[in-house]
């Protein structure tokens, strides 16, 4: 009788303590996927591209899930938007991994510079490069290429002026030179 009792607390006390490890693990699975979303603020100062006397700034803001390296959406919309101060109309990226802004030349001679978007896209470490303007409360993309990204130093010298013309510099991830690097392409601004 007394072994029969002994089973019993055993059985009893052996079933409560797996119940509390369920619950357990649950909260740390909880926990570890809130600590594993990350918001990611970031803005950039793009020189005076509305022509007001004003140095302007862009703002990307988007949440990352740092579990599968990808933006985290909201309500099915994956979209990150370059955001200004003031009136300035956003632009919008669709299926983009991250944003960058960079100023760049006056390419239209409209007495105030242009800026430079570095979309990453999901194919490694390839970036679609734009150019764009903003005249009359309206931005407008001047031209777009792909460009291969590997570090800080490859997004620099991607706007170049030859013969008095602007050229947006990207690369052909088709086409390699001799040397085994992608051929490179010129799109005029």
Same mark, same amino acid.
């Given at each position: 009788m007394k072994i029969r009792f002994l089973i019993l607390l055993l059985f009893i006390y052996g079933c409560e303590t797996k119940t509390k490890k369920i619950i357990s693990k649950n909260s740390e699975i909880e926990k570890s996927v809130q600590k594993k979303i990350e918001t990611e603020n970031r803005k950039f100062f793009v020189g005076d591209f509305d022509n007001d006397k004003v140095n302007d700034t862009a703002f990307v803001n988007y949440k990352w899930n740092l579990e599968t390296n =990808? @933006? =985290?959406?909201?309500?099915?919309?994956?979209?990150?938007? #370059? =955001?200004?101060?003031?009136? #300035?109309? /956003?632009?919008?990226?669709? *299926? $983009?991994?991250? !944003?960058?802004?960079?100023?760049? %030349?006056? !390419? +239209?001679?409209?007495?105030?510079?242009? #800026? @430079? &978007?570095?979309?990453?896209?999901? %194919?490694?470490?390839?970036?679609? !490069? $734009? &150019?764009?303007?903003?005249? +009359? *409360?309206?931005?407008? =993309? @001047?031209? %777009?290429?792909?460009?291969?990204?590997?570090?800080?130093?490859?997004?620099? +010298?991607? &706007? !170049? /002026? %030859?013969?008095?013309?602007y050229y947006l510099i990207g690369e052909d991830k088709w086409n390699e030179d001799e040397n085994g690097n992608f051929k490179k392409v010129k799109v005029k601004l």
């Open positions: =990808e @933006i =985290e959406c909201e309500k099915n919309n994956c979209n990150i938007n #370059i =955001e200004f101060k003031k009136d #300035i109309p /956003k632009i919008s990226f669709e *299926q $983009s991994l991250g !944003i960058v802004v960079a100023k760049t %030349e006056d !390419i +239209n001679n409209d007495n105030a510079n242009e #800026i @430079i &978007v570095f979309s990453r896209t999901n %194919e490694g470490w390839w970036n679609n !490069i $734009s &150019v764009w303007s903003f005249k +009359n *409360q309206i931005w407008k =993309e @001047i031209a %777009e290429t792909d460009a291969f990204i590997g570090n800080d130093k490859d997004s620099e +010298n991607r &706007v !170049i /002026k %030859e013969k008095g013309k």
